[in-house]
């Protein structure tokens, strides 16, 4: 059987590439906002630009493989697959404990029995086709929720300014610690908490203070308000996308960067096949009249999709060299970024409230991103500390430990806003 194990670069180089890969992440998550603002002024169909930008994450896999084959030690596609199938069967293994189909996953672990192995691996190798249809529900499930969530994002951008929605966007995570104290019973932490309030304060003075004055009509004033909210609410789904994500879609203790692209990859064949229907719905509607794009408009919207898919892979990258704590900042200098674009496209200076709210949103998530860190690095060195003294006497072990190990991967479910 293939090992899973690949030669590790330097930790300056890991780094260096980390950050590059990040760089490029940045430039990809602007690239996505700057188009899809351009491309709404002369079509304004949010939500098929959405599903056209979401669907294009089925490539995601095939992407993968191909960064596989091109490693200094390839792995077959047979491991691949069964890499895939037993990261899957770990999340089916996981529901059995506080699910009600009991008697069902009774009968899925009598029919593994007789397989080689135990556990998650017996259940991908007797019954792969009801491991992936189960993944394959769970991903449409969870695609529900990111697109309608990422449907506001997209409206808010024709509202306000794309300083403010990035701004605005990047509350996910808050949302998330909010939403992993309810439904992960995460403890509640004084420093969490107090980063959390900082962001409040920073989205809310954004969006309040009137530092314009009588620059801004009352129709403009209305326009940003209406944008702001939709980015906040935006946000707050994001943020519980990302929880739902952690609790159902990561299996605890396998590690493994193709399983991520994996069920990223169900994302986008879920969008595709399923998630069309809203587009005559709103049609029908006259919320959204459909039309088709034109050439210039589809380039553009294949753009959209394709920065898309560049700030899925990079961040997964960085991840995977560095840790969710560097990747995370390093997301938030969109922040700054976009205020100087808007400053360059709009030809004005932004409001001085922008860039205060804006700060105090980038203090509360590199508090809440270092407290965060803290925690991690210190339950994995009790969780390493414990494996060397149950290791002795036991030997390689495989199914559920078997991962790529290139970094904690579910760890980025809660590190940094998703891709829209």
């Excluded at 059987?1 to 430039?27: Q, Y």
């Excluded at 351009?38 to 095939?62: K, T």
């Excluded at 509350?171 to 309030?197: I, P, Q, T």
Aim: with cysteine.
């Amino acid at each position: 059987m293939e090992t899973m194990h690949t030669e590790k670069p330097s930790a300056r180089r890991s780094m260096v590439l980390g950050a590059a890969a990040l760089s490029v992440c940045i430039l990809a998550f602007i690239g996505q906002t700057v188009v899809t603002r351009q491309v709404q002024e002369s079509y304004v169909q949010p939500y098929f630009i959405l599903w056209i930008s979401h669907s294009f994450w089925i490539i995601m896999l095939p992407l993968h493989v191909a960064y596989e084959k091109l490693k200094r030690s390839p792995r077959s596609l047979a491991t691949l697959r069964m890499e895939a199938l037993v990261g899957s069967a770990t999340l089916a293994v996981q529901q059995k404990r506080s699910g009600s189909r009991h008697g069902e996953y009774q009968q899925l672990e009598a029919a593994a029995a007789s397989s080689e192995g135990g556990g998650a691996r017996a259940l991908a190798l007797a019954r792969p086709a009801w491991v992936v249809w189960r993944t394959a529900a769970l991903a449409a499930a969870l695609a529900g929720l990111l697109n309608g969530s990422a449907y506001l994002w997209y409206v808010a951008i024709g509202f306000t300014s794309m300083s403010k929605v990035t701004a605005i966007y990047n509350m996910s995570c808050f949302f998330a610690y909010l939403f992993s104290v309810l439904l992960l019973r995460e403890r509640v932490r004084l420093v969490k908490c107090a980063a959390v309030g900082a962001s409040i304060v920073g989205v809310v003075f954004m969006t309040t203070a009137d530092s314009d004055g009588d620059a801004l009509s009352a129709a403009a004033r209305r326009s940003e308000m209406i944008g702001d909210v939709l980015s906040l609410v935006c946000a707050c789904g994001i943020g519980l996308y990302q929880v739902l994500y952690k609790k159902y879609a990561v299996p605890g203790g396998f590690h493994s960067l193709f399983h991520v692209n994996f069920m990223t990859t169900l994302l986008g064949v879920a969008t595709a096949a399923v998630y069309w229907l809203p587009i005559p719905a709103l049609s029908a509607l006259g919320v959204e009249v459909f039309r088709w794009p034109d050439r210039a408009q589809l380039a553009f919207i294949v753009a959209n999709a394709l920065f898309g898919v560049a700030y899925n892979a990079c961040f997964m990258i960085a991840l995977a060299l560095t840790s969710p704590l560097f990747a995370a900042i390093g997301v938030m200098l969109t922040i700054p970024a976009m205020a100087v674009i808007d400053m360059a496209m709009q030809g004005q200076v932004l409001a001085w409230s922008v860039f205060v709210g804006g700060g105090a949103i980038l203090v509360g998530f590199c508090t809440l991103s270092l407290a965060e860190y803290r925690e991690t690095m210190a339950r994995a060195k009790a969780e390493a500390q414990g494996e060397e003294e149950d290791s002795e006497g036991e030997g390689e072990g495989e199914g559920e430990g078997e991962g790529e190990g290139e970094g904690d991967a579910g760890a980025a479910a809660l590190a940094a806003p998703v891709a829209l």
